[in-house]
């Protein structure tokens, strides 16, 4: 088996160039091609990051290629993901998976015929924070969860994004582009969710975009964006999850998990670091001092100052996973409980009713110090 598998990449926006950019941090993957349904886009990426520009079918074919990474729009993450399958190859998505679970199980079906894998987005439970997290619960350390808060709210997209319409489209708005972070996380950490219930309201049936080139143009809003929902685990515990682009400022903390014998309070699942904090019983809020994690290191300057970047993490276990014969943790089958959660409080939104989850997994295996230095590439 080869040491390092063929990664091409379809779809060359923005989020293309931190998979480019971050994938030289990790062993088991190399990036060789880039396709994109605009040739230029693919070209200018190409040259960016020294790779091939190829054309979709051309990508789908080439025999260097062991995994292709879907970064298209999520209206088409089903039919491109389909036909990667259908070419012989893994495929790797970016969030959400797909946009329904009769999507996600045509794609197990369809690797599954093939003996092949599937992966998606996000990767960032994976960071240090987030698995210092997963420790404090394995150990023990705050008791059993029982119970939890998520919030996600801003104003939107428009303000920077230059092309913010599908954002406000189905398929996106806050819980099917920002929900996955929080959904997943909360699954690795809790386990699997049996029901949900929510509330969901659309306040602006239009948005003005504030970021150049387009400044001043009207969009139209065609999905929920505000919606508040509950969370009901397998396990018992209850999460109410409020994801929000109607929201200026507030003061909530992104995610707190109670436990029998404490609270965690869990940074931004946007992110791979941050600070970990709790509680045991009634003594006082204790920050938990970073540990030797690699993927909490600081690596990358953002406009808040260093922060922890490690995307591709969940691309290069999927890769190593495939070449040591294990399961991968970013699989398929989180993946699509993610996306069965999530689309079952948008449709409690739309009823009014709870609504059963069609799907269950496990949690994905943890990533302690030594697993994640294992992913990394040898300096």
């Known amino acids: 088996m080869a040491k390092r598998l063929g990664i091409g990449?379809?779809?060359?926006?923005?989020?293309?160039?931190?998979?480019?950019?971050?994938?030289?941090?990790?062993?088991?993957?190399?990036?060789?091609?880039?396709?994109?349904?605009?040739?230029?886009?693919?070209?200018?990426?190409?040259k960016e990051f020294k790779l091939r520009a190829e054309t979709v079918d051309d990508l789908l074919s080439a025999k260097d290629?062991?995994?292709?990474?879907?970064?298209?729009?999520?209206?088409?993450?089903?039919?491109?993901?389909?036909r990667v399958l259908d070419a012989g190859k893994h495929v790797y998505s970016e969030k959400p998976f797909v946009l329904s679970v009769k999507e996600g199980l045509d794609l197990k079906k369809r690797a599954g015929k093939n003996g092949l894998r599937i992966g998606s987005a996000p990767d960032t439970f994976l960071g240090g924070a987030h698995q210092l997290v997963r420790n404090l619960i394995d150990t023990g350390k705050v008791g059993k969860i029982t119970s939890g808060t998520c919030y996600v709210m801003s104003h939107g997209m428009e303000h920077w994004h230059p092309n913010p319409d599908?954002?406000?489209?189905?398929?996106?708005?806050?819980?099917?582009?920002?929900?996955p972070y929080y959904v997943t996380d909360l699954i690795q950490l809790i386990g699997p969710i049996r029901q949900v219930a929510a509330v969901a309201?659309?306040?602006a049936k239009e948005r003005t975009i504030l970021s150049k080139p387009r400044r001043g143009e009207r969009i139209p809003v065609n999905t929920p964006t505000t919606i508040h929902a509950i969370l009901q685990f397998e396990s018992g515990a209850v999460v109410t999850l409020n994801t929000s682009w109607d929201v200026w400022r507030h003061g909530h903390a992104p995610m707190e998990l109670y436990g029998e014998a404490g609270t965690v309070f869990v940074p931004d699942p946007n992110f791979f670091g941050g600070t970990v904090s709790y509680t045991k019983g009634e003594s006082a809020v204790k920050a938990l001092p970073k540990w030797d994690h690699p993927f909490a290191v600081a690596n990358e300057k953002h406009p808040h100052?260093?922060?922890?970047n490690?995307?591709?993490?969940?691309?290069?276990?999927?890769?190593?996973?495939?070449?040591?014969?294990r399961p991968h943790r970013c699989s398929m089958e989180l993946a699509l409980h993610a996306v069965d959660v999530m689309t079952g409080i948008l449709k409690s939104g739309?009823?009014?009713?709870?609504?059963?989850?069609?799907?269950?997994?496990?949690?994905?295996?943890?990533?302690?110090?030594?697993?994640?230095?294992?992913?990394?590439?040898?300096?």
């Open 9 to 46: 990449v379809i779809g060359c926006g923005n989020i293309s160039a931190a998979y480019f950019r971050l994938a030289s941090l990790f062993r088991g993957i190399e990036m060789r091609a880039c396709a994109d349904i605009n040739m230029e886009a693919a070209k200018a990426r190409a």
């Open 65 to 82: 290629i062991d995994i292709v990474v879907n970064l298209t729009i999520p209206a088409v993450h089903y039919e491109v993901s389909k």
């Open 166 to 179: 599908f954002f406000f489209q189905p398929g996106a708005g806050p819980m099917l582009d920002i929900g």
């Open 201 to 203: 309201t659309t306040p």
């Open 305 to 308: 100052g260093m922060m922890a």
């Open 310 to 325: 490690y995307r591709t993490a969940g691309l290069a276990d999927m890769a190593l996973a495939i070449m040591e014969g």
């Open 350 to 379: 739309e009823t009014g009713k709870f609504v059963a989850m069609q799907t269950t997994c496990e949690r994905p295996a943890a990533l302690g110090v030594k697993e994640a230095k294992g992913l990394l590439a040898k300096k």
